[in-house]
């Protein structure tokens, strides 16, 4: 018998409250009325609505379904979620990850980050709640109640860092997460979203479904902003061979068998001289895999646009 109170904050000030992993499995959830909190979900939930809180630091783990903040202010968030949405809220900071396109209608002053955290059980929580890490819209905001004039949402600074926004936790109880905020560890990667790119030259990487794909894609996402190129976006979806023929061309025909297996994961680095530093990268360390690489800097931007074209109608959005 699940008992509401277990996956309830209501009315709290001036309290550290959490979850710890495996705690709300799955649940729904529900945090209203705290006010001076620092409130941690260290877990998956099907769904979580926050109503009326005023100045509290909140992180949620991965959500199934929805997220949804009404009448909330001066508060700083960190949420991987499959939809994101604010009503009548002032002043929100959060670091997202949002697999669809965040909406926020009747707020202002909203900033948005890329989410970035790592502890050891989230990995498995972000497939729990049916979330890829690679898909994360997370400076793609739609905004459903304009005020001509005026901009409701921008973006958090490039070098914001996690910590000073949603401190770790500080109670015994919580401190047994062992989390980490370093860019470099985050379990989602850290892409440029809308920030203005450096340079006019994109390559687009393909990954084809195997054991080794989510580790692969990683690696290249390394070894290529170790270089100084730059991830703008990353994208996990499924693809038909009428899929490939569009987006890889003239090449589709070596990759349609690979289609089967399951989702591509694509990632859009960008740079000057990013082609040429991707397919080098691709040929000195994944020689033996089949990848897609962008063929020359002429046919990248192509390549980025059809293929994000296709996945942004894929996901419905």
Known sequence: QVDPKDYTFSGLKDETVGRLPGKVAGQQFVIQDCENCNIYIFDHSATITIDDCVNCQIFLGPIKGSVFFRDCKDCKCIVACQQFRTRDCRKLEVFLCCATQPIIESSTGM????????????????????????????????????????????????????????????????????ISTDATRSIIPITRGRRQKSSDESCLAVFFAGDYTTANARKLIDEMTGKGFQLVQTKEVSMKAEDAHRVFQQCASEFIPLLEKGPVVALEFNGDGAVEGCRSTINDVFSGTKVFVSESKASASQDVDNFYNFADMQMGM
């Open 111 to 178: 900033k948005f980050g890329c989410f970035q955290y790592y502890y050891p059980e989230l990995a498995l929580q972000f497939k729990d709640a049916g979330l890829s890490i690679f898909n994360n819209t997370w400076s793609n905001i739609h905004d459903f109640t304009p005020v001509s004039g005026e901009n409701n949402w921008g973006l958090l600074p490039e070098n914001a860092v996690v910590q000073d926004y949603v401190p770790l936790p500080s109670s015994e109880e919580l401190k047994a997460v062992r």
